[in-house]
């Protein structure tokens, strides 16, 4: 079994959205607004990563840090490129060697919103050195129902992609913040420790459900969140099993581990739909 669980690590748990817009691409709100907006709502850190560049702005709150990032756009593809110094030409270089600069680079790859950008599994699958996939964009279900990429991403995970889920706002405009968020665990609000716990995977997703805790034990999952009506523990194929009450809310939900479903994830739902989701367990 392959999880690194949260839950177990010391630490504390910090808000943050990894997929922002400002003016410097297209963005509505200069770079100091949307910080400010987002620390007004809670939120403890910012990924700022307009369009083919890199917008170095700092933030001046010791409890709300913002990290440099880019969203690179190259054949159809919308890569994110976090923490990441300096922006670099993608004019000859191929999607491929798009993640691995940002590899060498010392930051770190995301690909974004699969279906709103027709992007397909084996596409996704022809690729490597990235970290994880959006499987919510808040942006592309506000402006074209198309913000959930989970179906391609249980396509990836079935074929042994060991990848994780990440929920983000994309954020342009004040219709589309707060939207999509990661929490992740760490000891501090320090730059190297969020990044180190994201490409750990030291975080869950969420559009608005709050994982509260998750224990593996006696080959059990046992995981404890806010009041749901839902739970899904997907797995390979016809594997893993949905939890419900007849739409009467829960907050704890169980599963038997069989040992042949490959990698399991839990996705959680409340009576608003908004969702939890875990990232995967890999057997």
């Known amino acids: 079994m392959e999880f690194f669980n949260p839950f177990e690590e010391e630490g504390k748990w910090f808000k943050g959205n990894i997929h922002t817009h400002t003016r410097n691409s297209d963005g509505k709100f200069l770079p100091e607004e949307i910080v400010k907006i987002y620390k007004e709502n809670s939120y ?4 700022i990563t307009d369009h083919n560049k890199i917008t170095d702005y700092k933030s001046p709150f010791n409890d709300f840090l913002t990290i440099k990032g880019i969203e690179f756009n190259k054949d159809g593809f919308h890569i994110l490129g976090l923490d990441i110094e300096q922006s670099f030409s993608t004019e000859n270089l191929t999607v491929q060697q798009i993640i691995k600069k940002t590899n060498e680079t010392g930051g770190f790859a995301i690909i974004c919103h699969p279906y709103w950008s027709a992007i397909t599994s084996p596409d996704i699958l022809s690729l ?23 179906i391609q991403y249980d396509e990836v995970l079935q074929k042994g992609l060991q990848v994780f889920g990440f929920a983000v706002d994309d954020c342009h405009s004040e219709r589309d913040i707060f939207g999509g968020f990661i929490m992740v665990k760490t000891k501090s609000l320090d730059k190297e420790e969020i990044c180190n716990s994201i490409k750990n995977g030291l975080f869950y997703s969420s559009t608005g459900v709050i994982i509260k805790d998750l224990k593996i034990e006696d080959n059990t999952i046992k995981i404890s969140f806010s009041p749901s009506i839902t739970v899904d523990f997907i797995a390979y194929g016809s594997n893993g099993i949905r939890i419900y009450n007849e739409g009467i809310e829960f907050d704890y939900a169980e599963y038997k581990i ?5 990698y399991i994830r839990i996705e959680i739902t409340n009576k608003e739909n ?3 989701w875990t990232n995967p367990i890999f057997l």
């Open 44 to 47: 403890d850190f910012l990924f």
């Open 128 to 150: 490597s050195g990235f970290i994880g996939i959006e499987i919510f964009n808040n942006s592309c279900e506000i402006e074209k129902g198309k913000g959930y990429s989970t």
């Open 258 to 262: 069989k040992g042949i479903e490959k």
């Open 274 to 276: 908004k969702k939890g």
